[in-house]
């Protein structure tokens, strides 16, 4: 606005990314009745109104040194045009959010009734002009009319049972078959998943250039999916569908149903972004889930043990994998193999420092220009080691040295993919009632035998810089799930500092009801929308 009417625009010498600031105002126009505002930034550029004689300046941020004095709000004199600079929307901003909506609305209406201008009723072809009313609910969910699954359950108390001997009985090293364990291997994580194969355990594998998919089941010839006009999401969502089911244990997060791995690029379908072709000919598919109908879900909490089928009169499985889950060890049994890689050379390629230092440049010179707020570097780091170690060995190397909350071993041809994260990108438990619950993590700080809690909560929560980007993501977050759920999104926790195995954490909790009036059918299917409209994640 003030560049259109002869404003300038500048580079701050200092940029302003989820840093809080006063504004100072002039109480008048926007700011009516408005009092104290320390209110979010996110800018790298900023407006100077001199040579804007019809631009009326109404708040600003004294940066000091850094700055100077920096345009925050601003007003057209004579035309319905009003802006501010900082984000009222932002969580962190206090004064000078909701008041100046609501002024800038009433400024409006008036300069509409003054010019005998009114409003129309909406009319639904005005959705192709300005988009549709918010929150964008899908218009039509896959519906059927299948019987639903019933959950065939056997439970058990096994405290010190061992995950990775369950694993092995559940034959971990037969290499050619898919096997997935997604491992609370350490607190505050709470459950452990272990998928086991059955005759229809089927895998589906997409590449987001393709119009069609791939299922394998039980070691057959692949078989090709149209998706026929569809995406992925849409084929996803049906195909679940079919497949509800009922009679579970309620506090289990996993009965059966689809697990595996969604590649970063399959977001670019919710982007205006051109991502580039996979380099050097990688095999790894965009999506590759196996469908599940036998599991063993660990309880570290309760120390109970659930085996789980989806198959109907599967009663004889289900017995024959209690008698063997019993006849295990402790928990302090030492596994088949030799989990322990240490004493095995590994050979490892760090990136070059000098690109790696230019790429962080070229970052900072993004920041300065405005094209980014927050960009996260990264780069590749190869382990190599010797063939006569299996990815389960190596796996068991990770969890040893590493225990994390959200740990992984997935094989699901042809990718292995091994994990030993502190967090946990997105939940959806299951209807009725389904919440939506996003944990981002920025900020780190090793455990060590001298450092205590408070001088991790100094290190993190008294950094400028830790708090910046943990807000940053948080304000994404919430945007995201207000696009599926409206009103009901609410911060849980803003930069609380939890410990874990080998570090301290800095944790926002984020979370979002389902509106009331969606049905459970409806709940259950806003999952895949939820997660289709968070990713990127953030």
């Not at 004095?69 to 057209?76: K, N």
């Not at 570097?377 to 389960?392: C, G, K, N």
């Not at 830790?466 to 803003?494: S, T, W």
């Amino acid at each position: 606005m003030c560049i259109e009417f002869g404003g300038t625009l500048k580079r701050l010498d200092v940029v302003k990314h989820g840093q809080i600031s006063e504004i100072i105002h002039n109480s008048n126009n926007l700011f009516e009745g408005v009092g104290s505002v320390h209110a979010v930034r996110y800018h790298s550029l900023h407006a100077d109104p001199h040579g804007a004689d019809d631009i009326e300046p109404l708040a600003w941020a004294d940066d000091g040194l850094e700055n100077g004095r920096v345009l925050m709000g601003a007003a057209h004199k004579h035309r319905p045009f009003w802006g501010v600079q900082y984000h009222p929307e932002s969580v962190r901003t206090e004064g000078g959010g909701i008041d100046v909506v609501r002024n800038f609305w009433t400024a409006a209406q008036r300069w509409n009734s003054d010019r005998r201008r009114f409003t129309k009723p909406w009319n639904v072809s005005l959705n192709a002009t300005f988009g549709s009313p918010w929150p964008k609910l899908p218009s039509s969910l896959p519906t059927s009319t299948s019987a639903r699954l019933s959950v065939l359950t056997e439970s058990m108390e096994l405290p010190s049972v061992n995950v990775a001997q369950i694993c092995e009985t559940l034959k971990v090293h037969d290499e050619s078959s898919p096997f997935v364990l997604l491992e609370s291997a350490a607190a505050p994580g709470r459950f452990s998943i272990l998928t086991c194969s059955s005759p229809g355990s089927t895998q589906f594998v997409y590449n987001r250039r393709d119009d069609f998919l791939t299922s394998t089941t039980d070691g057959k010839e692949p078989v090709r999916i149209q998706l026929s006009n569809r995406d992925i999401w849409s084929w996803l969502a049906t195909f679940m569908s079919a497949r509800r089911a009922t009679g579970g244990t309620s506090s289990v997060p996993f009965w059966g149903g689809l697990v595996g791995i969604l590649g970063y690029e399959l977001a670019a379908q919710n982007l205006d972004v051109q991502i580039l072709d996979k380099q050097n000919g990688t095999p790894h598919p965009d999506v590759n889930l196996l469908y599940v109908e036998r599991s063993v879900v660990l309880d570290h909490q309760s120390g109970t043990v659930y085996i789980q089928s989806l198959i109907p009169d599967d009663q004889a499985w289900i017995a024959t994998t209690r008698a063997q889950i019993c006849s295990l060890g402790t928990a302090d049994a030492i596994c088949s193999e030799n989990d322990d890689l240490t004493e095995q050379k590994a050979r490892v390629f760090i990136p070059d420092k000098a690109s790696y230092l230019s790429g962080i440049q070229r970052c900072i010179d993004f920041l300065h220009s405005g094209d980014s707020y927050e960009l996260c570097l990264t780069a590749q780091t190869r382990v190599q080691v010797p063939r006569s170690a299996s990815s389960w060995s190596r796996y068991n190397a990770l969890r040893k040295k590493n225990p994390a909350p959200y740990s992984a071993y997935i094989r699901l041809s042809p990718t292995t993919f091994l994990s030993s994260s502190p967090e946990r990108f997105l939940s959806y438990s299951a209807p009725p009632h389904s919440l939506c619950q996003l944990r981002p993590i920025k900020g780190t700080v090793p455990k060590t035998v001298c450092k205590t809690r408070a001088q991790a909560e100094e290190a993190l929560v008294g950094s400028t810089k830790e708090v910046a980007e943990n807000l940053m993501i948080v304000d994404l977050i919430r945007h995201d799930l207000h696009g599926v759920v409206g009103d009901h999104v609410e911060v849980k926790q803003f930069c609380g500092v939890e410990e874990y195995k080998t570090v301290w954490q800095m944790v926002s909790v984020i979370e979002g009801q389902l509106p009331e009036t969606c049905s459970p059918e409806s709940q259950q299917q806003l999952g895949w929308e939820v997660l289709r409209r968070s990713l990127p994640p953030g």
